[in-house]
C-alpha cells in the first residue's frame, strides 16, 4: 500500500493541480478531502476534461465520487483487491479503515507483491500487512 498519497483540497482547480503537484512530482493518483476521502482523482479523470477548462473546473467535478469507488480495508486479502481492479476496471484502490483513509493500493504494487511472494514461497498476504507500515522506498507488501 502506498501511503505517501497527496491530499487535495475539493476547490483546487485541475490546472493548479497539474502546475503544483502532477508535474514536479510526477503523481498520478490524489485523494480529494483532508483526512477524509471525498473522492479520487486521477490522470484518467483529468483527461476527460479539455485542457482549456482546466483553470476554471475543480478537482471536485473532475474526481470520482467516495461513495462511487471500489475500496478496499486494511483486512482484506491481496486476492480481493486484485478482483475489484479487475472487475472495475481500475488501477488504484483506496485503502480505508472505516471512513480513514489511509493510502492506496495499485495493480503494480500488487503484481510486485504476488512476484516477491511467489520467489521467496510466502503465505498468503493480507493488506493490513503493510497498513500501519511506513512505505518502503520499493514496495514489497503493497
Known amino acids: ?21 502532477i508535474l514536479p512530482k ?6 480529494v478531502g483532508v483526512g477524509e476521502l471525498v473522492g479520487l482523482v486521477t490522470l484518467s479523470d483529468i483527461h476527460k476534461i ?8 475543480s478537482v471536485y467535478r473532475a474526481m470520482t465520487p467516495a461513495n462511487q469507488l471500489a475500496t478496499v480495508s486494511p483486512s482484506d486479502s491481496i486476492e480481493d483487491a486484485l478482483h475489484l481492479l479487475a472487475s472495475r476496471d481500475v488501477n488504484q484502490l483506496p485503502v480505508l479503515r472505516g471512513r480513514d ?12 507483491f504476488i512476484k516477491v511472494r511467489q520467489d521467496i514461497g510466502g503465505l498468503p498476504a493480507r493488506v493490513v500487512e503493510q497498513a500501519d507500515r511506513p512505505a518502503p522506498a520499493h514496495p514489497v507488501g503493497s
Open 50 to 57: 479539455a485542457q482549456g477548462e482546466w483553470a476554471t473546473t
Open 101 to 112: 483513509f489511509l493510502g492506496v493500493i495499485t495493480r503494480a504494487d500488487i503484481r510486485s
Open 1 to 21: 500500500m502506498r501511503t505517501d498519497v497527496e491530499q487535495v483540497a475539493p476547490d483546487v482547480s485541475i490546472d493548479q493541480l497539474v502546475r503544483e503537484h
Open 26 to 31: 510526477n503523481a498520478g493518483c490524489f485523494a
